[in-house]
Every structure is written in C-alpha cells, then in structure tokens.
C-alpha cells in the first residue's frame, strides 16, 4: 500500500534523509507484534509515565453523552479504550479498533481485569478502511498512533467518515518542542537514548525504537497537521502542545448537530 506521507522529514533540524520511512502494513504491524509484550512497560519507562496523563488530557476533552459509543483507533494494547470507558457516562459502548493481533490479545487481557470490562470490545482493523458505517460514533480518537498509519490523509479520512455530525475526532501524538535547550535535549533523548534503551527490551526486533524517532522526526507536527485534519471534512480544528511540546493534543469537530442515540 502505497504511503501518503513526504520522503522528506519534517524536522528541520536535522540533516535531509531522502530515503523513505517503511510505513507499509506488514512492517508496522510485525514491528509491534513482535514488541507487544513488553510495549507497556516499554511506553511507561520511556516516557517517565508522563503518557498517562497525556491519555487524561485526551479523555477529559470528549465531553461524552449516555448511549452514544466511541471509537478509539489504533487502539493497541488499550490504555485510552480503557480510560475513556472508565469516565463514560451510562450507555456508552467503546470500542478500540487495531491491525495488529497481538496488541490486541493483550488489551483484552487486560479489559478483563478493568473496571469498565463490559463496556469495551475490541475489532481487528485497519485504520485506513474502517469496518464501521458512517456517522457512527460520538467521538473518534486515535493515540500515538497515526504516524505509523501508512497514508495519513486516508487514516483521518476514514476517522472523518465513522464519526457523527457533530461529535469529535481526537489525536494525541508525539510532536517536537520548540524551546531552545529543551529542544536539544530532547532531539539527543529520541535520536540516542531512546533506542538503545528500547533495544535492549525488544530484543527480537531491534529496528523498532529507532523507528519512533524517525517516524516523529518525519510526521507533520502543529498547525500542518491541523491543516490535514481540516482537509479530512473536520471543522473548528485547533490544538494544544503538552508538557512543553513534547506531545500534541488535535481537537476537530465534524460539521453538523451531534443527535442523541434516540433521535439518530
């Protein structure tokens, strides 16, 4: 499947790699496959668990209404499908979609020892062709999980497209600080540090943290991405960086009237 995204990265700080990021399916999905076990720990260690409350930020924005559900893509192993189920109001059915098994086994495994277990299914499926009808789901939201889409524009297509008039498409993603110091400091974190602390986890696929940083480095961040998400269909598209712009939080509103489940 051909890629959607620039061969050129995005991060003019760093020199121009013209060769292009593998972002094919069955790349992105063996990658994870292989590095599903220990993708949690991996994520919470990486990140200093700051990406938990990132994940609140993004639950606390959907505004949800009862009997209305909610999709979460590129779910992987769960932790938002999960968060957003456990602040739903009455009747809300989540749903966390993801082309990847393996991730997948292991949300399941962990709905069950939840809170919020009979509220969340989880559905194998690939972001750019969801198995979904249009104008389905209240909220849409995807977490570091875009960038490995392989077009992007097809992904927030398809996300445009499952969400009702009205309701919300959500994403968090990792973005590039601006500030002068801490921006050093995090470009040798992700281009040095980072990888060889998640090789020695993922030993059996030792590509995949140097992956994350060249996915990042390449994917649109700020205002070019909001500008991607209103060329999906989104309307009043706005965004806010977190923990000094380490991460981005994209809010966009399907144009229309979001109806309640009794009068759709």
Known sequence: ????????????????????????????REMFRQIAPKYDLMNH???????????????KRLN????IPVLDTCTGTGD???AIARAAPSGVEVI??????????????????????????YVEAD?????????????????????NVADTDRGLAELTRVCKPGGKVIVLEFSRP?????????????????????????????????YLPDSVSRFPDGEALAERMRTAGLSDVHYKPLTF???TIYEGTKPGQLNSAAEA
Do not use: H
């Open 1 to 28: 499947m051909s890629s959607g995204e620039p061969t050129l990265p995005v991060n003019r700080d760093q020199p121009f790699d013209r060769t292009p990021l593998d972002k094919s399916n069955e790349r992105v």
């Open 45 to 59: 260690l990486l990140s200093m668990n700051i990406d938990k409350y990132w994940r609140r930020c993004a639950v």
């Open 64 to 67: 949800l209404v009862p009997n």
């Open 80 to 82: 938002l499908a999960m």
């Open 96 to 121: 966390g979609s993801d082309f990847c098994g393996a991730m997948l086994e292991i949300a399941r495994r962990k709905r069950e020892t939840g809170d919020a277990t009979e509220t969340i299914d």
């Open 127 to 147: 972001s750019q062709q969801l198995p979904f009808g249009s104008d389905l789901f209240q909220a849409v939201t995807v977490a570091f999980g875009l960038r």
């Open 178 to 210: 601006r500030l002068p110091g801490l921006k050093q400091i995090y470009n040798g974190y992700f281009r040095y540090i980072l990888p060889k602390v998640g090789q020695w986890f993922a030993k059996n696929d030792k590509s995949a943290y140097s």
């Open 245 to 247: 712009g380490v991460c």
